[in-house]
């Protein structure tokens, strides 16, 4: 049994009715008095020079209430990080995309609006286009921002130990080469928004995001706003995978179009600009050379890769740096060199996506390791057994893993998946394989520079005493967090999980850096964790005084007061309360003291009954230039292990089974943890088997919609067993740590391994689509015949 | 994606269909499921001004299976094809296909007339059904003429019927008591895919056991679902073995003519012509030989 009343359980969510009955609200289902629709002009020409826009004709179409463009919108220059602010609202002296936006406009009707965007005149003045890392990186090769010669957006030098002599003790080096492709989140929700700017000059987004934070604050600085005349609402959101981690033309566009026009404005991408705006997933190559002694001890890895960043930076600097830091763990590896390049080029930018920096890296790494394995002849388990971490210790580049069940997860999968009776001695065509993975539980810094709290909460009770009603500015974005923070409320409260309302998601709510780098749980959870206990700590001190029994000795539990002595005599404040609610037919008559009875008696003392939380990491380690990406107050950690059956002849590959064990710390709702880490396998399988956006040689994505950009569906969905490993996290609430994005880690390299394990081939490039396994397994046909 | 806008016409009959037909002319399109046309019209490929549902037209849903003829209306759904045992029994590989059409959604609103008529390269239904034999039935005002679908595929998107001419059945000539059929599609995944390739082949045996018909159809590798002549030619006469089906798929696979594009090469297509053809082979035996 549970030491806990309300966590770890399988808790209802509290969005589930709304979603599965249609009532939930998302932007799609909402409109204002008045409201005007919006589109955009976006670039048709990858690289061009604007030497004119004429908006005339679009201004004088009927129904056309605004047209905005460089000229009006301003030039002040955003973007995620401080450090590389490239990009401005609107273009103004040139396109460096397909998509990159020129002109907004506003209008009574989707249909007008269309109509003013193609009456929108721009000449164009085309420039050469550079598509590719070796295109954009060649000599006299076309420079798309002034401020970054040669395309480089950014660049990271780092060496912990020296990897030059540790190779000069290895018994096995081994170099391997890795590439991914471009990545969309394909998030069922294509982002959208509504701002209304109101007589006063207050301005209220309504908007499809991960981090109603970083918008307001973008907002206000691109727009000139004052910020606390800035407000942004996140309704309920379907999902965003990092790609909804920061604010986009979109949102700056309706907000300038409602402020010209006083009116409410709708803007919505389609599918189509979803994938031409990008900021999802880079393209990774990777070169990794490790060497090891005899008996598997990892000594030391060289690394160098080059990201293809497309034309703005978006959180691109965070990406290389979190591509080469996030190899740290969870080996003991001593010494560690990273050369990371982000080169721009004209394709939409990458940025954050699900295991942000780490996921191909993470799959280059775990499948040299097997590779090494079996040039040692040792097992995979026992050569990462050999080298695993354990809680308490430090990596090379100070990523501290406070907790680690990383052992656990590998014996419960090996258990779990009868590994043991049948790794090598499974039929040609089938095989299994295995890897692991950790990923942050928050980034140990804001985007910004800042002394900010991450995550502040306000929790009030209802001043006649039966609800607690939690206000916190955290993002719901479909992976459960509201139901998490409610029973992380009730918990410490002391009361039943019915008794707590949630309201999130709003600015006005206080500060929450958001849903990305798998945060909340542990950040926004503190906050939510010291509310409760304040309030708590108040309503105990008032019945303290009232009572005559020392706070110490009394205890909320299911909504009921518990008193250490016997027979307590509370019946005055029982009197008092039922006299207060004369005719009620839910007075307590007789049994224990109820919360609500001394919550009613706690305002009659003091008034509203308001606690306050608030969340900011410890001091962290690593003091080298980029430690703030990587380091984490905690660690989650995965192990898979995937089972497939290859077609030898097509090179189709079905994924028979996936067993996947997480250390997600304490597991708030265990439904919620099994969730995350199936839709984790569902996305790295896609990732590892199918998906890859496209482009043709004018830039232009070619498969942008979901019919050609091939997500998995049921059909191609394994069956996935998962199961949770329990650590207790000091630095968690609750001892609770990530999964929302750790548990992608492991799946494509165990996809990996286990398709080499069934024909013998390795292959070092994804997707793993029918042709590209069919044509390997060819060429190594052909090798073995010369 | 907004649709552009147009008239919609309704009517419940085919002679209707076919006056309204012969009154608009190209400006006007058949509506059936929608599932291709609607996708073109939002992409703007397609604007017609006069739509013209055939859904509320019942005749255009019968299954009609005589001594001599399989007759399948041109709105029965995919998704009735997938359920009627009829179809189960007698064109097996007809079955398969509608299985591996889009998804439960789609196959609930896909009809065979629309995936015939929209003549893509790559549907899953022509290749069966012209391995099985079949022609199609067109009827506009002027009379009813029957075309084989060997012939009635002219291009992407283009097809034998005139622009006031309605397909209204499919008829499948009753099979031969050796015969069989297979079909197989491959695709990246598993559903809800393109196909990269898929072929159908049907063979009949005569009393001893030789093949005495064939026809092999190849999707995805040819303008319009192709005939795989040689490999046909390569089985007639001949006692079906693994090794003829081996020969017969590299056969078909040199009759094939697929192209570069971005869902693969010419060169993975032609391969798997070739192993798709033998397995299919290998099916249409097995249920040219287990057939009651
Ligand atoms: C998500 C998705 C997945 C899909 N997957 C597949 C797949 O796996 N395999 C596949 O083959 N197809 C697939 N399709 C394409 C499409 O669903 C099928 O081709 C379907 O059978 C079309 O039938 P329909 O009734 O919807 O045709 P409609 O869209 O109504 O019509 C298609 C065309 O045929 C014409 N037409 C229709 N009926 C007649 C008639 N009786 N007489 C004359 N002309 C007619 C129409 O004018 C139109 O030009 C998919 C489509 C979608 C949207």
Redesign the interface.
Known sequence: MSEYTVINSRAVRRDTPDKASGKAVFIDDMSLPGMLYGALLQSPLAHARIVRIDTSKARNLPGVKSVVTAAEAGLIKYGVSPARYDETLFCHEKVRYVGDDIAAVAAVD??TA?EAVSLIEVEYEELPVVLTIEDAMAEGAPVLHNEYPGNICAEVHSEFGNVEAAFANCDLIKTTTFKNKRQDAAFIEPQGCIASYDHFGNLTLYSSTQVPHYVQRTVAMVLKLPIGKVRVVKPYVGAGFGIKASANPLELSACLLSMKTGKPVKMNY?REQVFQYGRARHQFTHTMTTGVKKDGALLALKHVCYLDGGAYSSFGIATVYYAGSLLGGPYKLPNMKYDGYRIYNNKPACGAMRGHGGVAARACWEQQLDMIAEELKISPIELRLKNMMVAGDVTCNDLNMSSLGMKECIEAVQNGSEWSAKKGKLPKGKGIGMACGFFVSGAGYPIYRSDTYHGTVVIKLTEDGGTALVYTASAEIGQGSDTTFAMIAAEALGIRLEDVRLESGDTDFGVDLGAYSSRQTLMTGHAVKEAAEDVRQKVLEVLSKELNVPVGEMDIRNSLIGFKQANVDFSGLRTRYVKEHRGWTDNPTDGPLTFKEAARMAYLAIGSIVGTGKYKPHELGGKYKGAAVGTSPAYGCSAQIAEVTVDE??G?I?VDKITDAHDCGRAINITSVEGQMEGSVSMGLGEA??EEV?FDNKGRV??ADL??Y?I?????MPEVKTIIVESNEPNGPFGAKEVGEGAIMPTIPAILNAVYDAIGVRIHELPL???RV??AIQEAKKGKKT | MLLPKFDFHEPKTVNEACQILAEYGAKARILAGGTDLMVNMKKKILSPQQLVSISRIPELKNLEASADHIRIGACFTVADLCESDAIQRHLSALAEGAKNLGTPLIRNLATIGGNIGSARPAADLPPPLMAYGAQAVLSSLSGERTVPLDQFFLGPGFTAMKPDEILTEIQVPALPASSGAGYINIGVRKAQDCNLVNVASFIALDAGGIIQNARIVMGCVGPIPLRARSAEKILIGQKPDTALFTRAGAAAGSDSTPIDDFRGTAAYKKDMVGVLTRRTLDIAFHKATHRQ
């Open positions: 989707l249909e269309i389609n002849e097509t189709q079905t088997l199918f496209k070619i498969n019919a050609e091939k998995p569906t049921m059909l191609d689509t029918p042709e069919y044509m």
